[in-house]
């Protein structure tokens, strides 16, 4: 794997369902590399690693209850 594509979690929050069918998961996402929590939508299938690990994480709770889905709500 190329070593300028991995992303480091510092921490991860305010998890929610990014649409109906909980196929992702919205959430504020700290990486190492960066300053500051972006936005980030977690992905079963994402194509990179670490977009699999939170979607996972967050789905074990490690980052608090996911919040429902609400409709219009950054979709």
Known sequence: MDEDRV???V???NPAWADA???GIR???HFERFDN???FIAM????????RD???ACLA???GDIADFVPGDGE
């Open 7 to 9: 992303m480091d979690i």
């Open 11 to 13: 921490a991860a929050r």
């Open 21 to 23: 069918e909980h196929t």
């Open 27 to 29: 959430c504020e996402v």
């Open 37 to 39: 929590f972006m936005p």
């Open 44 to 51: 079963p299938d994402d194509p990179h690693e670490h977009g």
């Open 54 to 56: 939170i979607f996972e």
């Open 61 to 63: 709770g490690d980052f």
